[in-house]
């Protein structure tokens, strides 16, 4: 039996020190991306926001040149979601995560009869390294060859047949475009490798989220049936046991701070890995707030005080025919302190800074989804 114990507070320093939220970090975008073993990415504007709370220094146009130049690259891996990968990376994860997108395709086979898997996927590299394709254009393309097949099934069987990248503009900052797709081997210029075995990826996670469980990784990957890789692993790893005893692995070099070491504000994107990457998520976000990052299927970016999620925040950019000036909305879920509300502030400031918000900015305490609301509105 593991003795060691350690509180939801210790598990929290401990990953939000791997995460680069205790103390910002002088890396690169590529060191950094590579470090996280990858950022949520659905939207264009959360990396940035990630990289903003955690990069000394960091502008947007680094990780736009990133993008231009192919060192990093949008695609579908963990959870099947779009994740920003290095380009080392896009070619050994998406091989790992392969068999849950196969999982995900079975979901739609009643929209497949008739359609061959191994042609779909022929067909699909075809039609995608001949140039860029919409997701719209990839669709019709593959309607011509099975007339009778859903059309949504189809464009699933295409994403989860082959590592499809969104090239840029798609991503690039205040540049952007709608999403057109190629391979990750035809846009990264590297050919895919063998599919890996967990191990590597496992210790890696345990780099920036540990330490962590075997369902946490799972959690974080989207894959089942690990516990033979962390068996093997055993012997180079330490353990622990959290507040209800379950086992954690981890690194016996990785940081862990003391649980008082001050956390300072943080300003999160929507989707930010740190809350997604556990099946126990109380070490940043409290069971009473479970839920109130939602609205809808509409999710909200979050700031943490003290290192757990303490409210929600929005950007209301000004420029021509919008006002002058920015807005950043502060909803806190409880009263703050007025130090940690002061500590808030400069935060907000300071990532408004770096995203470039037009004008002035206002950072002032409100309700978040009227700030959402009225900013669609204009």
């Known amino acids: ?3 060691k114990p350690m509180t939801v507070r210790a598990l929290g320093r401990a990953t939000l020190e791997r995460q680069l939220l205790l103390r910002r970090a002088p890396l690169d975008v590529a060191e950094a991306v590579a470090h996280l073993v990858g950022l949520q990415a659905q939207e264009v504007r959360p990396p940035y926001v990630t990289l903003a709370a955690r990069l000394a220094g960091f502008r947007p146009a680094a990780l736009s040149t990133a993008l231009e130049e192919r060192r990093v690259a949008r695609l579908v891996t963990m959870r ?8 080392a990376d896009c070619m050994t994860l998406r091989p790992l995560v392969q068999p849950a997108r196969e999982r995900e395709l ?3 086979r009643k929209g497949l009869v008739g359609v061959d898997p191994a042609r779909l996927c022929a067909l699909t590299r075809e039609y995608a390294e001949a140039e860029p394709r919409t997701p719209k254009e990839l669709r019709e393309l593959l309607l011509k060859e099975w007339p ?3 059309p949504q099934s189809l464009s699933v069987a295409a994403r989860c047949s082959l590592p ?8 690039l900052w205040r540049r952007g475009g709608g999403v057109r797709l190629t391979t990750a081997e035809r846009w990264l210029g590297r050919e895919s490798e063998a599919t890996p075995t967990a191990d590597a990826t496992i210790l890696r996670y345990l780099g920036a989220f540990g330490p962590a469980s075997v369902r946490d990784f799972q959690q974080w990957a989207g894959l089942t049936r690990t516990r033979e890789a962390f068996e093997r692993l055993r012997p180079r790893l330490v353990t622990f046991r959290d ?3 379950a086992e954690l692995f981890d690194l016996p070099e990785a940081p862990r701070p003391d649980e008082d070491v001050p956390a300072p504000p943080r300003l999160l994107a929507e989707f930010d890995n740190l809350l997604l990457s556990h099946a126990d998520r109380t070490r940043v976000v409290r069971d009473a707030d479970r839920g109130r990052t939602w609205q809808g299927n509409v999710a909200h970016a979050t700031f943490l005080v003290d290192g757990t999620v303490a409210g929600l925040w929005a950007l209301k950019e000004g420029g021509p025919g919008r006002g002058e000036g920015s807005s950043l909305t502060l909803e806190p879920f409880r009263e703050l ?7 808030l502030v400069a935060e907000a400031e300071r990532t408004a800074a770096v995203l470039e918000a ?3 900015v206002t950072v002032d305490f409100g309700t978040v989804r009227k700030a959402v609301r009225k900013a669609a509105r204009t």
């Open 80 to 87: 099947s979601t779009i994740h920003l990968h290095t380009a």
């Open 164 to 171: 499809l990248v969104q090239v840029t503009p798609r991503g």
């Open 148 to 150: 009778a097949a859903d």
């Open 106 to 108: 079975r979901m739609f």
């Open 1 to 3: 039996m593991t003795t």
């Open 243 to 245: 507040e209800h005893g």
């Open 337 to 343: 302190t007025r130090a940690q509300r002061d500590e």
């Open 358 to 360: 037009p004008g002035a």
